[in-house]
């Protein structure tokens, strides 16, 4: 019962700093539209700017890179640097918690490098894409709706505060489940469940990567988390998180005519993730910092 009570204590005092935030992002969600300049979306500085877009943590972004993907505004490389960069609920959970703030900076750092690198590496070797011109398109405009809920119609209540308080619940209840089971493994001395959790440095990455692929805000959560309890090393939550593109790989599955090359970007992905986690497990290590 303690164990249960201090899992409540716990998740109830980062509640409010997780229902600002949301209520921040949905301000700059709203106001942010992403198709109008087809030249920025296509140039050189694309990658750069899917990878920044790619870090603020909500999923929409990821559900707007890949509606701009499969109207060809943006290249695959350009896709690909914001599916690496999105950390969906993560980065809120480490931020408000005390275990795993330090670790925002790094994990930050490392996204961006992996998303700037794989992005224009691809959009390098995939440099003769056809890309759709302005005079193509059909010139909607897609904004970055968390989730891909769109606002329209909405009150601004309902907007701004309702679904920013439904979105932290369900990531408050994310952060309650997790403290609670690695609590009471923690209040029965379990200590090799902890350190055999997933496997070891080298096949951690291989799970949380799965992990990481299921779509919807409970994976990035549940592995920040894992993380911030010692569950996990923090390369392999870099694995989970640069596979976690929220809601994104689900917006390119609809297309079942496209499937080949669909789950060409799901491995592709994949492989960066587990490769890019299973080398920062390895600079821990060999830093002594396990």
Request: hydrophobic share 50%; with cysteine; charged share 15%.
């Amino acid at each position: 019962m303690e164990v249960f009570i201090d899992s409540i204590l716990d998740t109830l005092k980062v509640f409010p700093f997780i229902l600002v935030i949301y209520i921040l992002i949905e301000f700059l969600e709203h106001k942010t539209s992403f198709s109008s300049n087809h030249r920025l979306l296509q140039g050189k500085l694309a990658p750069l700017i899917g990878t920044v877009t790619g870090i603020i943590p909500q999923c929409g972004f990821s559900v707007m890179a890949a509606k701009l993907y499969d109207k060809k505004y943006i290249r695959t490389g350009t896709l690909i640097a914001v599916f690496l960069a999105t950390s969906d609920e993560a980065l809120i959970v480490l931020i408000v918690n005390p275990a795993g703030a330090a670790a925002v900076a790094p994990l930050i750092a490392v996204k961006v490098v992996v998303g700037l690198i794989a992005g224009y590496a691809i959009n390098f070797i995939l440099r003769n894409e056809h890309l759709a011109q302005p005079e193509e398109s059909d010139h909607e405009d897609i904004h970055a709706y968390s989730c891909g809920r769109e606002h329209d119609g909405k009150s601004a209540v309902k907007v701004y505060f309702v679904e920013p308080l439904l979105h932290s619940l369900k990531v408050a209840l994310y952060i309650f489940v997790v403290t609670l089971i690695f609590g009471y493994i923690f209040e029965y001395n379990e200590a090799a469940i902890i350190s055999s959790f997933v496997g070891g440095p080298y096949v951690e990455p291989l799970i949380t990567a799965a992990i990481g692929l299921i779509p919807n805000c409970a994976s990035s959560a549940v592995i920040a988390q894992t993380y911030c309890e010692g569950g996990i090393m923090f390369g392999s939550m870099v694995a989970g998180l640069c596979c976690n593109a929220g809601l994104g790989f689900v917006v390119l599955l609809k297309d079942v005519k496209k499937i080949k090359r669909n789950l060409l970007l799901i491995v592709t992905v994949y492989a960066i993730s587990v490769l890019v986690g299973i080398a920062v497990n390895g600079i821990c290590i060999a830093a002594g910092l396990y």
